[in-house]
């Protein structure tokens, strides 16, 4: 069916009309041909509207400098193409007057065709405004823009997009969003809950200082370079994203601001194919790669010496209240031990290849406490506790030493002990014990000392006992000795 043509002057004749007479505006199934620019609505309502009472609820006039348009009916436009540029904003430069639109109510644009610049700038939206299935050619300007509720789903931006400084008050969604132009959401603050569920960013997206309550990229691509430097969060997820370019992040250092927000991060099943991407300062108890490979990535974040976010996840799971029941639902379908061992070994490596050794050492460590926490098996739950005891699992030098110092002062003590009960002890055994067994007793000494090459074969059995135990606690010290010396000289 060919769409119906009407100038510019008809829609600002028709909208200015409607702001007349109270009633919603509807434009369906059309082609605009010429510039829609506030200015010409600005003077048109000037001009037509008499009413005294009605020009003042409609124009606000602000120290002579600024005029906003109250648009309060509801705004309709659907299917419709706009040929000219669309502009809700204009500085006239000459005379330094500003003029912008204020949306009281609905503001709903679908699936328009915007084949110009647009001009949204520092534009308020009060009720829901919806662009879905929008297609914008042009260069678009959202920069400063208020909106309460936001719905771009399927929108497609074509050329430069500039959300600069703007601010979405609650829920904000860009599902499907093609975003083909370069992306500016530079210290834009989104308050609700924001979905970026499979969108594309062609070119260059840049979050630089941008605020998020919550907000998830679903199955989302980067194709280009993308900038989260400087961002502050409660729940930040990436979830199947892929990042084929350079990527940033950076979380923004403000003590308030951690106060306040409890800055979980989520990169789940996440692709990073740039060898130079880098994450900074997201706290890795706060943070989960779930599922990610980081072994390139460099990371440059503050371990304290506590459980990474899976693993915190993984032990309370159906126990999570608040924000971590949010990320806990995220990551449930593939959060378990085998998972969360893979992230602290890849997070291992991605910190030793960054040369942060003592920060990869708290990451082994903390390996070591999920292995020991999860094993079904008694004898290894107390071989893991005891190799951390004698040496943090191979991490530390002191600990062996002062084993070592400590078994060569006791070991003489207890054989000094045991030489005043030796007499007792045999005179007991030889009232109760039968002669064959004192004759294995014997042989059992000798063997003991052959094997390890201890005592001198006229040694008691308690004393064998007890030199067998000091050589067995004395090669398990000089390995661990032995594993910590050689972590640390392979780390220089």
Known sequence: MKKRVITNKEFIDKFVECLKERKDFRLENCIVEGDVDILDIYKKIKKKIKDKKRLEELIEERSGLLSKIIIDVDVYISN??????????????????????????????????FNKETYFRRVTFNEEAYFGGATFNGEVNFGG??????????????????????????KVNFEGVTFNGETNFIETTFNGKTDFREATFEKEAVFLNSTFNIARFYNSTFKSRADFTNISFNLLSFEYCIFEDLALFKKKEDKEDEENKECLAIFFNTQFLNKHTKIENFPLSKTSFLKT??????????????????????KLKENTEGIYKFAYEILISDLDYKSVLAEYRNLRISIENNRTYIEASDLYKMEMELIKEFSKNDFERFAI???????????????????????IITTPLILTLSHYLNSFINAQISNKIPEFLLMYIKYLKDVLGAKFYIGNGK??????????????FMMITTANLYIALRRKLSRK
């Not at 506590?306 to 915190?312: D, F, N, V």
């Not at 040694?459 to 067995?472: A, K, R």
């Open 385 to 407: 506790w005891f190799y951390g005891f004698l040496s943090d699992y191979g991490e530390s030098i002191k600990k062996p030493i002062i084993f070592m110092f400590g078994l």
């Open 80 to 113: 419709v193409k706009f040929n000219g540029e669309f502009r809700m904003h204009n500085y006239i430069i000459d005379f330094e007057i500003e003029i912008i639109a204020e949306f009281r109510k609905l503001a709903d644009f679908g699936e328009v065709t």
């Open 459 to 472: 040694s008691s059995l308690l004393e064998t006992i007890i030199f067998c135990l000091y050589s067995i």
């Open 293 to 314: 490979d980081v072994r390139e990535v460099m990371i440059l974040c503050n371990i304290k010496k506590e459980e990474i976010l899976s693993h915190k996840l993984l």
């Open 145 to 170: 823009a208020t909106f309460e509720r936001t719905d771009f789903r399927k929108a497609t931006f074509n050329e430069e997009t500039n959300f600069w400084g703007a601010t979405f008050k609650g």
